[in-house]
T-cell receptor, first 115, second 113 residues
Framework: DAGITQSPRHKVTETGTPVTLRCHQT?????MYWYRQDPGHGLRLIHY???????DKGEVSDGYSVSRSKTEDFLLTLESATSSQTSVYFC??????????????FGSGTRLTVV | GQQVMQIPQYQHVQEGEDFTTYCNSS?????IQWYKQRPGGHPVFLIQ?????EVKKQKRLTFQFGEAKKNSSLHITATQTTDVGTYFC?????????????FGQGTILTVHP
């Protein structure tokens, strides 16, 4: 969707290396989320942000960290990539957390392969 | 923590047949959302249900929210090849979890022409 972009779109990295994925939005939405998608597991929340420098853990946060220094950017870092982190990563934004009646808007995803 | 189970995992239908996917939550939900993901694409928001027993329609798609606000369903009438994709439900538990969606595993729909 226009207004949210993820980079890179594809990445292959070696086990043990740090990796940073970027999510950039132009919608000025307060809430941003990182999900990973794996077959049979749907979408699982890694971390989310409810404002600049305000972040919290999701259900699968181990091995991941995030930062949000500006409203428009939400970075996901794999400190030391492992093969179990091979996945498709989606960023999502939401205008409101109280009543997200318009749903989340998702980015196009980053396909990460850890070899 | 909250769990959202979705069945079936896969559904193959002939074009023109109906399709239904079911979603069940381990806890009472504040609201539930439905998303569609085309092959190779990203999830796209379809609809949100908030009220107990709510039924909403979008053309051939009918969405229901259970009376106890713990289950939901999506029914597609007379499927078309354009309906192919994965359908996800996503529950919002409310309270301190408000705004954080828990997704079901998704139902992958294949439509044979």
């Amino acid at each position: 969707d226009a207004g949210i972009t993820q980079s890179p779109r594809h990445k292959v990295t070696e086990t043990g290396t740090p990796v940073t994925l970027r999510c950039h939005q132009t919608e000025n939405h307060r809430y941003m989320y990182w999900y990973r998608q794996d077959p049979g597991h749907g979408l699982r929340l890694i971390h989310y942000s409810y404002g600049v420098k305000d972040t919290d853990k999701g259900e699968v946060s181990d091995g991941y960290s995030v930062s949000r220094s500006k409203t428009e950017d939400f970075l996901l870092t794999l400190e030391s990539a492992t093969s179990s982190q091979t996945s498709v990563y989606f960023c999502a934004i939401s205008e409101s957390m109280v009543a997200p009646s318009y749903g989340y808007t998702f980015g196009s995803g980053t396909r990460l392969t850890v070899v | 923590g909250q769990q959202v189970m979705q069945i079936p995992q896969y559904q193959h239908v002939q074009e023109g047949e109906d399709f239904t996917t079911y979603c069940n939550s381990s806890t009472t939900l504040s609201n539930i959302q439905w998303y569609k993901q085309r092959p190779g694409g990203h999830p796209v928001f379809l609809i949100q249900l908030v009220k107990s027993g709510e039924v909403k329609k979008q053309k051939r798609l009918t969405f229901q929210f259970g009376e106890a606000k713990k289950n939901s369903s999506l029914h597609i009438t007379a499927t078309q090849t354009t309906d192919v994709g994965t359908y996800f439900c996503a529950g919002n538990a409310g309270g301190t979890s408000y705004g954080k969606l828990t997704f079901g595993q998704g139902t992958i729909l294949t439509v044979h022409p």
